[in-house]
């Protein structure tokens, strides 16, 4: 019966494990969104529940993208958020872009940051909504 008591311990350790390992947590400070919530953020574009891999962690479906003019939105659901805040991150903070199409996968790797913080692959479909001077 113990053992029920420390699930909610393990998820909320994990939870920052993965924020650290992937590189989440570094991204925090500069990028936050801070009181943005979802409805605020206005997206010309979004998609929920999509796969990026951050660092050495690669978040699978679970990863909710929102995209206008200005900046990138990554967040997370609900039971996934602790130690994922949201972030907003502006399109000049992105760069070293390039595509990495592989056989039933499209994606496109990111540096986020100057300098840069972490290493990105993110769902392809994001790159034709960048703007057209840091496409690959």
Known sequence: MMWLLMIPFAWVF???????????????????????????????????????????????????????????????????RLGHPPLVIPW??????EAD????SHRVKVSIGKPTLIRAALPGWVRYRMPMDIRP
Not at 101 to 104: Q, S
Request: hydrophobic share 45%; with cysteine; aromatic share 12%.
């Open 101 to 104: 199409n592989r056989l039933y």
């Open 14 to 80: 994990v939870s920052f494990l993965l924020a650290r390992i992937s590189g989440w947590s570094r991204l925090v400070k500069p990028y936050s969104a801070g009181e943005v919530s979802d409805g605020a953020f206005v997206a010309d574009e979004s998609a929920r529940f999509r796969t990026a891999t951050l660092g050495a962690i690669q978040y699978h479906s679970c990863v909710t993208f929102g995209i206008n003019d200005t900046s990138l939105r990554m967040s997370m659901p609900f039971l996934f």
């Open 92 to 97: 000049d903070q992105i760069h070293r872009v």
